[in-house]
């Protein structure tokens, strides 16, 4: 059984393969490249959507859908997929508890836990000064993430002010998991379902 995660990010095109790349090389860091599938649906409400109709036509995977929680998150994910305004996501039948999985509060929010690895992707003028000094990455507002990245790399020589689409993937590659998972309890979730999955499946090839 494959593990197949349907995520947010990737509009079209290019970008949608940027995107499955990017997952793809951060998660391969932790688990086997072979024991999961990436989908880039798009939106966050496509991702769902996607991973709807995964559950009802196939049981052949385990899916599972990431998504920005776009806000601060109290409850356990489907619960605040639910109630949050914009969403109002109900859990499908059968569906477990780790198959609503989130980047709190936006995926951006991983980078800056690993500044070293902003500081070789950036360069010359990259500002560490600019970013936030918590530790805990998912108390750091959506969009004082984005302005921090920004005011960071402002000035740097060679790639710019930060760019979702031109920088947020090429980054997701080369960032930690290490340093992710202990910055935000969501990121170590998702990352101990993973390697769970990948566990399972190599025991069941086995046998």
Request: glycine share 10%; charged share 25%; proline share 2%.
């Amino acid at each position: 059984m494959t593990l197949r995660i349907f995520v947010e990010g990737g509009a079209q095109g290019s970008t949608k393969a940027g995107c499955r790349e990017g997952f793809r090389k951060f998660f391969e860091k932790v688990v086997p490249g072979g024991s999961f599938a990436i989908t880039a649906s798009g939106s966050r409400a496509d991702a769902y959507k996607d991973f709807c109709l995964a559950v009802k036509q196939s049981d052949r995977d385990y899916n599972v859908f990431l998504v920005d929680s776009e806000e601060s998150v109290s409850k356990d994910p489907w619960t605040h997929l639910a109630l949050r305004k914009g969403d109002g996501w109900k859990r499908p039948a059968g569906a477990a508890n780790d198959q609503a999985q989130l980047m709190v509060q936006v995926m951006e929010a991983w980078f800056l836990a690993d500044r070293e690895a902003l500081v070789e992707f950036y360069g010359q003028g990259f500002t560490t000064g600019s970013l936030p000094g918590q530790k805990n990455v998912e108390l750091i507002a959506k969009q004082d993430v984005y302005r921090a990245l920004s005011n960071a790399s402002r000035n740097t020589k060679t790639k710019g002010e930060y760019h979702k689409t031109r920088h947020g993937f090429d980054l997701l590659e080369t960032i930690d998991p290490a340093k992710v998972r202990t910055a935000s309890v969501h990121a170590e979730r998702l990352l101990t379902m993973m390697e769970g999955r990948a566990v399972a499946r190599a025991i069941g090839d086995l046998q």
